[in-house]
């Protein structure tokens, strides 16, 4: 159980061009879905938290304007790197934090990553 | 503003020794702590959680956690080469509506035949 999926799992794309990330909790329910950024031997950076059905929140120093979220239902988020720029490659991870939650619903499953080139 | 330390290694134990990973955090209202485990190119594993007191056993895993000294520890028992990761520890954060993780930058540890 609490499996997350995520697609696509790799892609390379233009620079100024944008590319949408999926995430979907598969065999659960997350009212709430993070997303990471890590880049390379650094450690995972949170860039935003969404809730089923209203805007996303979005960590100090990430602009909302170029990773458009979007939690249309119960399991599905989305994350759309608008205009990519090199600066963007990166490895993007989601996360879901399930509705029925154990230890105090903090908990939360990682989807198995997103891996962005920008050329 | 809150924080969770870990001791950034590497670690290197032998193969069927014991691997002891440490963290501390700052928030003194966290109530939930959980241990993921990453290897390298690939997204975190969730492996354990605790929120109570004491120690929390699952297989070769062992959580300890000491609310009064702010502590939280992962004991690997009978270590193999396969558990050669980085281990992030990760804390509630207390307060908000969001239900966020503070993560630590992770303890890698290396485990050698």
């Known amino acids: 159980g609490a499996v997350v999926s995520q697609h696509p799992s790799r892609v390379i794309c233009k620079s100024g061009t944008s590319v949408k990330i999926e995430c979907r909790s598969l065999?659960?329910?997350?009212?709430?879905m993070f997303w990471y950024r890590q880049f390379p031997k650094k450690s995972l950076m949170l860039m935003a938290t969404?809730?089923?059905?209203?805007?996303?929140?979005?960590e100090q120093g990430v602009e909302k304007d170029k990773f458009l979220i979007n939690h249309a239902s119960l399991t599905l988020s989305t994350l759309t790197v608008t205009s990519a720029h090199p600066e963007d490659s990166s490895f993007y991870i989601c996360?879901?934090?399930?509705?029925?939650?154990?230890?105090?619903?903090?908990?939360?499953?990682f989807g198995p990553g997103t891996r962005l080139t920008v050329t | 503003q809150k924080e969770v330390e870990q001791n950034s290694g590497p670690l290197s134990v032998p193969e069927g020794a014991i691997a002891s990973l440490n963290c501390t955090y700052s928030?003194?209202?966290?109530?939930?702590f959980f241990w993921y485990r990453q290897y390298s190119g690939k997204s975190p594993e969730l492996i354990m959680f605790?929120?109570?007191?004491g120690d929390k056993e699952d297989g070769r895993f062992t959580a300890q956690l000491n609310k009064a000294s702010q502590y939280v520890s992962l004991l690997i028992r009978d270590s193999q080469p396969s558990d050669s990761a980085t281990y992030l520890c990760?804390?509630?954060?207390?307060?908000?509506?969001?239900?966020?993780?503070?993560f630590g930058k992770g303890t890698k540890l290396s485990v050698k035949p």
């Open positions: 065999d659960f329910q997350a009212t709430t």
């Open positions: 990760a804390v509630s954060e207390e307060g908000g509506s969001q239900g966020n993780l503070i």
């Open positions: 969404s809730n089923e059905g209203s805007k996303a929140t979005y």
């Open positions: 996360s879901a934090r399930p509705s029925w939650g154990l230890a105090g619903s903090y908990e939360q499953y």
């Open positions: 928030d003194r209202g966290s109530q939930s």
């Open positions: 605790i929120y109570s007191n």
